[in-house]
């Protein structure tokens, strides 16, 4: 049942090579099973590297005319195809877990009590990091847009003056600055063509409408600040014009009322739904969009619903063994 409810990554592997049903010892615990399970996965992956390594010997010394050369490379071609959907079915998988995740992180707690921005930023991205430090598995800047993880720098919870592609004494603290993102496009890849700044409120935080809490203000504070500033190259050798830099912010928080005054007084737009705002500022040179989290939640998990049911609830009739998934 572990592997038909919680761990669907590993039905491909059940399927290929049933024989691992007869070298997992019976009656283990659920995350002694997932151990095991992966590494009857890296086994398999372990074996089509071995095959690999086999055919490049043979292609070497010219024994590519031979029947055995013809079927070690069909089952290499098999094995790395069925490899890949496995690789696909574990991505799924982990983002499923990182939405049930977020889920829970925007419940209150046994005390009534919301949990802090820090805790659902830790989920989007590491907090007091960089692109350079952390591991593109570790961030899901997708829960925001997909779009976010092609980038050319991130900087997670780190003062303008710190961020090594700008040159700024601002001493402001910004919680993700994604620089270079595809939002935009350009003929120089050393030029930073946009940046994008993401501001996040504690859930149902309801004191939002003053000058120093202010979100919608804060982030065009920072646009200003880095425009005042310059940016660097990707090769640290000279400075793109940032006047001409693409801006774009998101404030990711409930709509408390004191959001709304908020989104009033600076004009941005209702969306159809209700669950936010958008709208571009000219005089700050920013475009702008307020993401409520049911809305964050909601958008997410709607553009990988299609996945979800794909995985975890597959079609009998395209398994090749679907006796043996229940075992």
Excluded at 76 to 94: G, K, N
Excluded at 238 to 260: E, R, S, W
Excluded at 265 to 280: I, K, L, M, N
Aim: charged residues 30%.
């Amino acid at each position: 049942m572990l592997v038909k409810t919680k761990r669907p990554q590993y039905r491909l592997l059940l399927n290929r090579r049933p024989e691992i049903y007869d070298k997992i010892p019976a009656g283990l615990s659920e995350d002694k099973l997932d151990v095991e399970l992966y590494k009857q996965q890296q086994l398999w992956e372990f074996d089509t590297v071995k095959k690999k390594h086999a055919i490049e010997e043979k292609v070497k010394h010219d024994a590519t005319a031979d029947s055995a050369f013809q079927k070690l490379f069909d089952e290499y071609c098999e094995s790395i195809t069925e490899l890949s959907r496995a690789s696909l079915a574990e991505y799924v998988a982990r983002r499923k877990a990182v939405i049930d995740l977020l889920e829970h992180a925007l419940e209150m707690d046994e005390n009534g009590r919301y949990g802090k921005e820090s805790r659902i930023h830790r989920i989007i991205c590491p907090m007091q990091t960089t692109s350079d430090e952390i591991k593109l598995d570790d961030m899901n800047l997708w829960l925001i847009d997909d779009r976010l993880a092609y980038h050319h720098f991130l900087a997670s919870d780190k003062k303008i003056n710190t961020i090594p592609v700008l040159e700024s004494n601002v001493d402001k603290r910004m919680d993700l600055a994604i620089f270079d993102a595809a939002l935009s496009y350009t003929a120089d890849p050393e030029n930073i063509n946009s940046v994008t700044i993401v501001e996040l409120k504690r859930p149902q935080r309801n004191d939002l409408a003053t000058e120093e809490t202010d979100p919608i203000t804060q982030v065009y504070d920072y646009v200003t600040d880095i425009k005042e500033g310059k940016v660097k190259k990707a090769n640290g050798r000279g400075f793109g014009n940032v006047q001409q830099v693409a801006f774009y912010c998101y404030v990711i928080a409930d709509i408390t009322p004191t959001l709304k005054k908020s989104a009033a007084r600076a004009g941005v737009v209702p969306t159809q739904d209700g669950e936010g705002y958008f709208g571009y500022n000219p005089n700050v040179g920013t475009y702008i969009e307020v993401i409520s989290y049911d809305k964050l939640l909601k958008d997410a998990k709607q553009r990988n619903r299609a996945l979800f049911d794909k995985l975890f609830e597959p079609k009998l009739k395209e398994l090749e063994h679907p006796e043996m998934i229940g075992r």
